[in-house]
Antibody, heavy 120, light 110 residues
C-alpha cells in the first residue's frame, strides 16, 4: 500500500525558508486521481491544511498563509516538497504530508509527521 | 477559532456509545463531503470516515458517520479503551477556498 515519509531539518532560523520533502512509496505520484498535500499541527492544537498539488502541476494553497507557501512535485523521484518562507515561531509545528483523494477530498494515508521548530 | 465547531471533549464508559458533532455552514459541510480522522496519542491522524458515511477498509463498523444540513456526526459504539484519541472532522470550504478542520474532540473512555 502507499506510504508517505517526511524528511527535512528539524530546526529553522526565523525569517528563513522551511523546506520539507515527502517521499511516496508503494505507488506513483503520476498515477493521477490524487492531490499531494501538506498539513500541519501546532503543539497541542488542531489540524491546519497548508495546500496541495496535482501531479500535473496545479496547486491550491491555504489563503491564510498569504503567499508564503510553495508546493512542488518531482515525479522522477516520486517526491513532493513544501517550502514556507519568512518563518516565525508561529510556524513551529508538526508537519504532515498526506494523499488527498480527488475530488472527494479526504486525506489517506498520512506520513508519520516531522516536528519543525523555528528558533534562533 | 476553527471554522468547524466540535465539542472539546466527550466521555463514556467502555461498551457504551458516544457521538461527536461537527457544526459548520452552507459554504462547507452544507455543500461538501465530510471526513473524520482519529489521532491516537503521539501518532499521525488516520482516516475513519469519508464521503460523510463511508468507512475505509479496515475500519470497524463500530465507527459510523452521518450528515444533516450543516452538521455532521461521528458515532462510536461498543467503546474500547483503545478508542481514546482526538477526533477531527474536515471538509472543503467553498467561500475560503480551503480545506477546513474542526478543532478536535478528545474522547475519554472512563
Amino acid at each position: 500500500q502507499v506510504q508517505l515519509q517526511e524528511s527535512g531539518p528539524g530546526l529553522v532560523r526565523p525569517s528563513q525558508t522551511l523546506s520539507l520533502t515527502c517521499t511516496v512509496s508503494g505507488g506513483s505520484i503520476s498515477s493521477g486521481g490524487y492531490y499531494w498535500s501538506w498539513i500541519r499541527q501546532h503543539p497541542g492544537k488542531g489540524l491546519e491544511w497548508i495546500g496541495n498539488m496535482y501531479y500535473s502541476g496545479s496547486t491550491y494553497y491555504n489563503p491564510s498563509l498569504k503567499g508564503r507557501v510553495t508546493i512542488s512535485v518531482d515525479t522522477s523521484k516520486n517526491q513532493f516538497s513544501l517550502k514556507l518562507s519568512s518563518v516565525t515561531a508561529a510556524d513551529s509545528a508538526v508537519y504532515y504530508c498526506a494523499r488527498r483523494e480527488a475530488p472527494g477530498g479526504w486525506f489517506d494515508p498520512w506520513g508519520q509527521g516531522t516536528l519543525v521548530t523555528v528558533s534562533s | 477559532q476553527s471554522v468547524l465547531t466540535q465539542p472539546p471533549s466527550v466521555s463514556a464508559a467502555p461498551g457504551q456509545k458516544v457521538t461527536i458533532s461537527c457544526s459548520g455552514s452552507s459554504s462547507n459541510i452544507g455543500n461538501n463531503y465530510v471526513s473524520w480522522y482519529q489521532q491516537l496519542p503521539g501518532t499521525a491522524p488516520r482516516l475513519l470516515i469519508y464521503d460523510n458515511n463511508e468507512r475505509p477498509s479496515g475500519i470497524p463498523d463500530r465507527f459510523s458517520g452521518s450528515k444533516s444540513g450543516t452538521s455532521a456526526t461521528l458515532a462510536i459504539t461498543g467503546l474500547q479503551t483503545g478508542d481514546e484519541a482526538d477526533y477531527y472532522c474536515g471538509t472543503w470550504d467553498s467561500s475560503l477556498s480551503a480545506v477546513v478542520f474542526g478543532g478536535g474532540t478528545k474522547l475519554t473512555v472512563l
